[in-house]
């Protein structure tokens, strides 16, 4: 059974960086997108940066761009580098998958999720 598991989320100050993994199992596990997404309490789901697994073709939501950095260097794991995090980045971030390369952003296309990894920002 296709699974993705998030990792690396956890308390911070303001000003400082973390790193989330996503990793996939599972044999039959092939997608051509994997993307982040966050849900801070009281809002909706938002999306945060997404990365073609060829070519390595990114995209931010305006809100990181600039202080987030997502990869990938292997077949399995992907991964969300943050820095300069600040109290409004708190939220509970989601590892998603979609075979949909020419649209990044829209989570509707995204069909496989992880069950979220919290990231908490203190002032």
């Known amino acids: 059974q296709e699974q993705l598991v998030e990792s690396g989320g956890g308390l911070v100050q303001a000003g400082g960086s973390l790193r989330l993994s996503c990793t996939a199992s599972?044999?039959?596990?092939?997608?051509?997108?994997m993307g982040w997404f966050r849900q801070a309490p009281g809002k909706e789901r938002e999306f945060v940066a997404a990365?073609?697994?060829?070519?390595?073709?990114t995209s931010y939501a305006d809100s990181v761009k600039g202080r987030f950095t997502i990869s990938r260097d292997n077949a399995n794991t992907v991964y969300l580098r943050m820095d300069r995090l600040a109290p409004e980045d708190t939220a509970v971030y989601y590892c998603?998958?979609?075979?949909?390369?020419?649209?990044?952003?829209?989570?509707?296309?995204?069909?496989?999720w992880g069950q979220g990894t919290p990231v908490t920002v203190s002032s």
């Open positions: 990365i073609t697994w060829s070519g390595g073709r």
């Open positions: 599972g044999r039959s596990f092939t997608r051509a997108v």
């Open positions: 998603a998958a979609s075979n949909s390369i020419a649209l990044l952003t829209i989570q509707s296309l995204y069909d496989y």
